[in-house]
């Protein structure tokens, strides 16, 4: 794995940073953590991608509150076009 951000979808909407930073610290030091509004996923930065790996290992499609996670290494965002005709 290259990045060490992780996509983290599939959690409850009122799940909260603190929880995921609870759940991903025990593979590492979380550096970041972004919870998209009330969509349900986020994404989770460890400070490094062998850290990042064992967590994306570790957790993906496991539970969380009755939920099962979808954890994978982030994809670059896409620059935004903004056209509107």
Do not use: C, H, W
């Not at 951000?5 to 940073?17: D, S």
């Not at 590492?28 to 998209?36: A, L, M, S």
């Not at 939920?67 to 620059?79: G, W």
């Amino acid at each position: 794995m290259e990045g060490k951000k992780l996509y983290v979808g599939n959690f409850k909407y009122n799940t909260t940073e603190e929880q995921l930073k609870e759940l991903f610290a025990e593979y590492g030091e979380v550096v970041k953590i972004d919870i998209i509004g009330d969509k349900g996923f986020g994404f989770v930065e460890m400070s490094d991608s062998s850290e990042a790996e064992k967590a994306k290992e570790a957790l993906n499609e496991t539970d969380l509150d009755g939920r099962t996670l979808r954890v994978d290494e982030a994809k670059p965002q896409k620059p935004r076009t903004d056209r509107r005709y």
